[in-house]
C-alpha cells in the first residue's frame, strides 16, 4: 500500500477476505532528494515497480524485504514529477 502524503510503502497480510499486519517494507524516502512514492506496478517476477513524485525516477523494490533493486530515471526533459510506473 502507497500512501504518498506518508513517504512509505506498506505491506499486509490477506487471508480469507481479511486483511492484518498492516506494517512499513519502504520507508526513508524524502521528497527533495528522493521523491515520494506514488504509483506503482508489479512484474512477473514479484518486483514492486514504484513511481517516485519528485524524484524523477522508478525504483525497483524485493517485495519481501523492501531492498531497491534497481532504479531507472526519466529524462530531465520530462520533468520529475513521476507518478506512473506501468
Excluded: H
Excluded at 502524503?5 to 497480510?13: F, L, R, T
Excluded at 517516485?52 to 524485493?62: E, H, K, S, T
Amino acid at each position: 500500500y502507497i500512501d504518498t502524503p506518508s513517504a512509505q510503502i506498506d505491506a499486509m497480510d490477506f487471508n480469507a477476505g481479511e486483511v492484518s499486519n498492516r506494517r512499513a517494507v519502504v520507508k526513508g524516502f524524502d521528497f527533495e532528494t528522493t521523491g515520494f512514492p506514488d504509483g506503482c506496478a508489479i512484474d512477473l517476477e514479484d518486483r514492486l515497480w514504484v513511481a517516485r513524485f519528485n524524484g524523477g525516477a522508478c525504483g525497483c523494490y524485493d517485495t519481501k524485504t523492501g531492498k531497491m533493486l534497481a532504479e531507472v530515471r526519466v529524462p530531465k526533459e520530462a520533468g520529475r514529477q513521476v507518478t506512473s510506473a506501468a
